[in-house]
């Protein structure tokens, strides 16, 4: 073990040091640290401060070269106030091109060009509206892309997983170290810090963690640290535990790909907590957009309670025209002519004379997405319009299917073609789509991001649609051109409209989008070959784990879980119910496609997660009306305090929805046996033959379910699903506490 161990190490360059702090406040005062041998337990006696401090490691080989570390801090006399025990790992080989990834808080080490602005943040110099200006982002931690000091300082409920990544190109090496959310004295730190030169990097675990100095607030990496050390009296004992992998990584996605395996070692597999079935839910939610986010005078369902102008209309990203396609599809007939007539209210006043929409609106006056003017409605987050263009096409082929193809009016087809002619406009003119345009000349003001990630979906199923194979081509050259120099480089970024080019979930899942969507309509592999690498990057979105809430707060009291929840960027550091704004269908699809249940159980997590959120007459959420969700799932400190919300109706809102329309409650495969129940019930195989599997299925909670069932023999699971795979499948109605049991035989 010792030599293995110690070859390892030497092949990394790497160094372990165990570290004791003293501090007063967020102030380091004095610090030592003690080189360690990679012995099987070893035992350490010093003094630090006047104090006899002992520490002990212990090291575990895991599998070839994965090392499970155990560090046991022991005051064994004295009193040591405002302390923290640590353990680093020294790399003396270091070069500032490894790419440093912290799961849904640092990609590439955010080492990018920053602006200090307060929140929302907004393009304003002439540098930065460049067609091929640099990625840009806000005043979020990260490593130096200049001269001087560069350092992270991250506490582990900053991260969707506490874990801390690198890739070396140079020696085509990975690295990942895994921790446990926080010990007897609260949530752990995870820090990085790099020479001056450049040469070396030191990657701490810290119990407490203390942010020195300075913490980050939305948008301002300079906020005083309120952060304290611990008390320590004779005879307490802190225990670190992490797991720390040494692999080959030929390149950047491979570290995403090792990943995957391995996000829940220390924490381990997740539990499923039943609150409300899906079909409850709905009705709630259903009923909730009726009463309150129908726009009577204009005719619109708005994104919001239209307390403001971006929670009144905004087309695409946080709802417009996404939130009626789930009302289409499985509203009342009263849902389904509202939503129709919101494409009244849009088409054709609300689009541009370029073809793209504007990307606010009131139902008297249009708006664009400069927060510094919103008057100027010239200033489109092109994300909006990608949006838009996909989810336009999924309700005229929703339609199409229910043979309603009359209710789509011939205006709204015709706008329709002019957006995608103006997708097309802007790809031959720039080769890329941007982040911002002009809504008058479709001329680009902010070129560069991922911002328009769901683009070439839009454009995919409008090329089928309307029959135009230049759709396809654009969506496919777009989609390569975004997989060639983004997705490999291991970066997504502009999808939300307030973050300048942070890196994003949001973009990244509309680009899985993309993908899924180009390999279902040209057959093509290779998009199923990138869409399994975005995928694999979108996991690191994705909180793996059931964080711990301060008793005291909102969720705490609620036993909130937040396995599946995803954080939207690292600059709003917070999780939230779901993705913005999709179901997560295409993870399905993956799963189909490529027979691999990693996919299958990520949508479970996310899509089981979400109902938890919406409040309701017998548990509400934050003191929020029956119907409402709200975006912040509250771990980090970054805005409101941790398990707490704002009071507000939001865009997660639709994810549910969408979710109850295209994710499956429940998926079986009668040759295999596999099941998977997404939905709140729980699911016991009673029967199992050749040809036929029997199932009993129970709804453990209080309210009505009816299931979604999605049945297939293996062998058909490379069927290509397209859009609204769950229009005609059999539904199980469950009433509560109660069970059915159902039988399926395989298909011939």
């Given at each position: 073990m010792q030599s293995f161990l110690t070859d390892l190490l030497n092949q990394y360059n790497c160094n372990l040091e165990i570290k004791l702090n003293q501090f007063d406040g967020a102030h380091l005062v004095d610090s030592m640290s003690l080189s360690i041998q990679p012995e099987n337990v070893q035992k350490y006696q010093y003094e630090f401060k006047g104090n006899t401090w002992e520490t002990s490691v212990t090291y575990q080989v895991k599998t070839n070269r994965a090392i499970d570390i155990m560090v046991a801090f022991k005051l064994l006399s004295g009193y040591a106030a405002e302390h923290s025990v640590a353990m680093s790992f020294h790399f003396d080989r270091w070069a500032k091109n490894n790419y440093v990834l912290m799961p849904a808080a640092v990609y590439n080490g955010n080492r990018f060009d920053y602006r200090r602005m307060s929140y929302p943040p907004m393009f304003k110099d002439k540098e930065d509206m460049r067609i091929d200006a640099p990625t840009v982002i806000t005043d979020v931690p990260k490593l130096n892309i200049h001269e001087g000091e560069s350092k992270i300082q991250q506490i582990t409920r900053d991260l969707s997983t506490p874990a801390i990544g690198f890739y070396a190109p140079g020696e085509s090496r990975g690295f990942w170290l895994l921790t446990e959310q926080g010990t007897c004295v609260g949530d752990s730190g995870i820090h990085m810090e790099e020479s001056l030169d450049r040469q070396k990097a030191v990657i701490t675990i810290e119990a407490p963690g203390v942010r020195r100095e300075y913490k980050y607030r939305i948008c301002d990496n300079q906020v005083p640290s309120d952060d304290r050390g611990a008390d320590f009296k004779e005879g307490d004992e802190v225990h670190l535990h992490f797991r720390a992998y040494f692999f080959e990584c030929p390149n950047v996605q491979a570290l995403f790909d090792y990943f995957v395996n391995i996000r829940k070692d220390l924490t381990g597999p997740v539990s499923l907590h039943h609150e409300i079935p899906f079909y409850s839910a709905w009705k709630i939610q259903e009923e909730k957009y009726n009463q309150q986010n129908w726009e009577d005078e204009h005719g619109y369902y708005s994104v919001g309670m239209r307390e403001n102008i971006h929670q009144n209309w905004q087309i695409g990203w946080v709802g417009g025209l996404i939130n009626t396609y789930p009302?289409?599809?499985?509203?009342?007939?009263?849902?389904?002519?509202?939503?129709?007539?919101?494409?009244?209210?849009?088409?054709?006043?609300?689009q541009a004379p370029s073809g793209f929409f504007y990307g606010c609106g009131d139902g008297e006056h249009w708006y664009g997405d400069n927060f510094y003017d919103i008057n100027d409605k010239n200033w489109l987050l092109i994300r909006k319009n990608s949006d838009a263009l996909y989810y336009i096409i999924k309700h005229f082929m929703l339609l199409e299917a229910r043979n309603q193809g009359q209710k789509i009016a011939e205006s709204w087809k015709q706008g329709t073609i002019k957006c995608a002619d103006a997708f097309v406009n802007l790809w031959n003119k720039y080769h890329q789509f941007g982040q911002?345009?002009?809504?008058?000349?479709?001329?680009?003001?902010?070129?560069?991001?991922?911002?328009?990630?769901?683009a070439p979906a839009g454009l995919a199923l409008a090329g089928q649609f309307f029959g135009r194979e230049e759709y396809i081509a654009v969506a496919k050259e777009a989609a390569n051109y975004y997989y060639d120099n983004y997705v490999r480089k291991g970066i997504t970024t502009g999808g939300p409209g307030e973050i300048l080019q942070c890196p994003d979930s949001e973009s990244a899942f509309g680009l899985l989008e993309s993908f899924v969507v180009l390999f279902e309509v040209t057959g093509e592999t290779t998009w199923l070959e990138k869409a399994r690498d975005m995928a694999n990057q979108c996991f690191t979105w994705c909180v793996s784990y059931d964080f711990k809430f301060p008793p005291q707060s909102t969720f705490g009291k609620l036993g909130m879980h937040t396995t599946g929840s995803v954080y939207a960027n690292v600059q709003n550091k917070h999780s939230a119910p779901g993705i913005c704004t999709f179901s997560g269908d295409s993870l399905f699809k993956l799963f189909r496609a490529t027979g691999d249940r990693r996919y299958l159980e990520l949508l479970q997590e996310m899509a089981h997660n979400m109902p938890q959120y919406l409040s309701r007459e017998d548990r509400s959420v934050g003191g929020m009306p029956a119907g409402w969700m709200n975006e912040r799932v509250q771990m980090s400190d970054w805005f409101e305090p941790?398990?707490?919300?704002?009071?507000?109706?939001?865009?997660?809102?639709?994810?549910?929805?969408?979710?109850?329309?295209?994710?499956?409650g429940l998926y079986v495969q009668p040759d295999t046996g596999f099941i998977c129940a997404i939905d709140h019930v729980d699911v016991e195989i009673i029967e199992k033959s050749y040809r036929k599997i029997g199932l009993k299925v129970t709804n453990p909670t209080k309210f009505k379910a009816k299931v979604k069932v999605f049945v297939e023999n293996s062998d058909r699971m490379k069927r290509v699903l397209g859009q609204h795979a769950l229009l005609h499948c059999e539904r199980l109605t469950i009433e509560p506490g109660s069970s059915v049991i159902v039988k399926y035989g395989m298909e011939l």
């Open positions: 009302l289409l599809f499985e509203g009342t007939a009263l849902s389904q002519e509202r939503a129709l007539k919101t494409f009244d209210f849009v088409f054709p006043k609300g911002f345009v002009n809504a008058e000349t479709g001329e680009i003001i902010v070129g560069g991001s991922t911002s328009a990630g769901s941790i398990g707490e919300i704002f009071f507000g109706s939001c865009w997660c809102e639709i994810s549910n929805m969408l979710s109850y329309v295209e994710v499956p």
